[in-house]
C-alpha cells in the first residue's frame, strides 16, 4: 500500500507559478504517476503522467506550462505549474499506479491539495 501526500498548493494571480510535490510513503521507482485536478463541480481530470523510466504525457490545456517530474530516491512526485490561470483553480490530486508504465493511474490516491488562481 502507498501512502501520498500532497503539498504546495496556495493562491496564486494569474500568470504565476506553483509547484506540487507529492510524498510518498515507499518506493515509487516501480510505479507510473500522474497529477489530477478536480473543479468544484466538475470531473477529475487527469493533468500528466510520468511512467516509471521518465516518459510523460500531458493533457493539450497545460501543454508547454506544466511539468511533471520525479526523484524516486527522494520518492517523491512533482508538477511545475506555469502561466496558471483562473480556471485552473481545483483541487490538485497525486496518483500511483500499480504498473510501471505509461498509464492511467487510479490505484493509489493523494489527499489533494488546494490550488486557487485569482484573476
Known amino acids: 500500500q502507498v501512502q501520498l501526500v500532497e503539498s504546495g498548493g496556495g493562491l496564486v494571480e494569474a500568470g504565476g507559478s506553483l509547484r506540487l510535490s507529492c510524498a510518498a510513503s515507499?518506493?515509487?521507482?516501480?510505479?507510473?504517476m500522474g497529477w489530477y485536478r478536480q473543479s468544484s463541480g466538475k470531473e477529475r481530470d487527469l493533468l500528466a503522467s510520468i511512467s516509471s523510466d521518465g516518459e510523460t504525457y500531458y493533457r493539450e490545456s497545460v501543454k508547454g506550462r506544466f511539468i511533471i517530474s520525479r526523484d524516486n530516491a527522494k520518492n517523491t512526485l512533482y508538477l511545475e505549474m506555469n502561466s496558471l490561470k483562473p480556471e485552473g483553480t481545483a483541487v490538485y490530486y497525486c496518483?500511483?499506479?500499480?504498473?510501471?508504465?505509461?498509464?492511467?493511474?487510479?490505484?493509489?490516491w493523494g489527499q489533494g491539495t488546494q490550488v486557487t488562481v485569482s484573476s
Open positions: 515507499g518506493s515509487i521507482s516501480e510505479n507510473g
Open positions: 496518483a500511483a499506479s500499480r504498473e510501471k508504465g505509461l498509464v492511467v493511474p487510479t490505484d493509489y
